[in-house]
């Protein structure tokens, strides 16, 4: 069985593959502050509520936007799995063209996603991957990593309206049936979902029409994908698991590269 483990801001996303099929996947908290221990036990906990026993575990593949965490959580690996995971670099041969000026710039999910991409679906394509910061990613016709651009992520639009002003509450983000709030709670759900999603559906148009390629398939990935995409008219398919999907091809890469 393969562990695939894609490590945001946010959450840390694992999955268990066996055959080429995804069997379960879990969301944890990100946190600089948990030890190796910590990680460890809760990688074992999640296994084993899934009847998983670690000697099940053939590899470990990491994607990881989150630097500090890293140490512990290759050592948690190692020390729990008995495992040595596989970390996805900018400098890996992932089977693409990148067209990016300074590929070490890119963010591993960015090109993670790419990968899954140019398996799953065919290209031109575009990717909007909902996290903590919000990414488009453009890749062309002859599958080439071509760029994006970067948002601030939904959630971050909300806590700042509640931070910076001082009479707006905390909200939850919820879907909203008309654009005219009646309460300030509406009023502020409203503006956030409609307005993030006429962003969305503007950069997406910017890109299609840079790239001379009106018929790229957009296809929208991350925790809040699927509420945004309800408003979002420019999305075509919505993949939560795109990422660790990507994850489990460039792990197919990488051993047969190696064999």
């Known amino acids: 069985m393969l562990v695939a483990i894609d490590v945001g801001n946010t959450n840390i996303v694992m999955g268990v593959y066996d055959g080429g099929r995804r069997l379960f996947h879990f969301r944890i908290t990100t946190s600089a502050e948990k030890s190796r221990d910590e990680y460890g036990l809760l990688f074992i906990q999640l296994l084993n509520h899934r009847g998983i026993k670690k000697e099940d575990v053939d590899d470990v593949i990491i994607s990881s936007v989150v630097p500090p965490v890293m140490y512990?959580?290759?050592?948690?690996?190692?020390?729990?799995?008995?495992?040595?995971?596989?970390?996805?670099?900018?400098?890996?041969d992932l089977g693409m063209e990148i067209l990016y000026e300074?590929?070490?710039?890119?963010?591993?999910?960015?090109?993670?996603?790419?990968?899954?991409v140019l398996r799953k679906y065919a290209p031109p394509a575009i990717?909007?991957?909902?996290?903590?910061?919000?990414?488009?990613?453009?890749?062309?016709?002859?599958?080439?990593?071509?760029?994006?651009?970067?948002?601030?992520?939904?959630?971050?639009?909300?806590?700042?309206?509640?931070s910076r002003t001082a009479k707006l509450p905390r909200i939850e983000l919820a879907p909203t049936d008309r654009i005219i709030g009646r309460t300030t709670v509406e009023s502020m759900q409203a503006g956030v979902l409609h307005g993030y999603a006429g962003q969305v559906d503007y950069i997406v148009s910017l890109m299609k029409a840079e790239m001379n390629c009106p018929q790229a398939k957009v296809i929208?990935?991350?925790?809040?994908?699927?509420?945004?995409?309800?408003?979002?008219k420019s999305i075509d398919v919505i993949d939560g698991m795109l990422t660790l999907d990507g994850l489990y091809e460039i792990y197919k890469m990488q051993k047969g590269k190696s064999q």
């Open 127 to 162: 990717v909007v991957d909902f996290g903590t910061a919000t990414t488009f990613c453009a890749i062309d016709e002859k599958g080439r990593y071509l760029g994006g651009a970067i948002s601030p992520g939904i959630k971050i639009s909300v806590e700042a309206l509640f």
């Open 220 to 232: 929208a990935t991350g925790g809040l994908a699927a509420m945004i995409s309800r408003e979002a």
């Open 72 to 92: 512990s959580l290759e050592r948690a690996v190692k020390d729990y799995l008995g495992r040595t995971p596989i970390v996805v670099t900018n400098e890996m």
């Open 102 to 116: 300074n590929p070490r710039e890119l963010g591993a999910d960015r090109l993670v996603n790419a990968v899954a």
